[in-house]
């Protein structure tokens, strides 16, 4: 019997090597930055792990905002601690 394969993708504030599903993406299009619980959305994307010390550490490091190419609001980070908790 195979084993089913579990992707993996590099948190952007830890650079710790994770399963998709431990990770959350955000993602930029067209200059329109949004939370992309699917993972599938077009557009320039990053994985974030699902913790509130590393999102704590994200907005003060703005590793987002460089990441992205782009400014951050404040509404993306609110809205990416509601999905951690």
């Given at each position: 019997?195979?084993?089913?394969?579990?992707?993996?993708?590099?948190?952007?504030?830890?650079?710790?090597?994770?399963?998709?599903?431990?990770?959350?993406?955000?993602?930029?299009?067209?200059?329109?930055?949004?939370?992309?619980?699917?993972?599938?959305?077009?557009?320039?994307?990053?994985?974030?792990?699902?913790?509130?010390?590393?999102?704590?550490?994200?907005?003060?490091?703005k590793?987002?905002?460089?990441?992205?190419?782009?400014?951050?609001?404040?509404?993306?980070?609110?809205?990416?601690?509601?999905?951690?908790?």
């Amino acid at each position: 019997m195979t084993t089913k394969k579990i992707p993996m993708r590099s948190c952007v504030v830890t650079r710790e090597k994770l399963p998709k599903k431990e990770l959350l993406r955000i993602v930029r299009f067209e200059n329109v930055v949004s939370v992309d619980p699917t993972g599938k959305q077009n557009g320039k994307g990053c994985y974030i792990k699902k913790d509130k010390t590393v999102l704590e550490t994200a907005k003060k490091t703005k590793v987002l905002n460089r990441v992205l190419e782009t400014e951050i609001p404040d509404e993306i980070y609110d809205e990416i601690e509601k999905l951690i908790d």
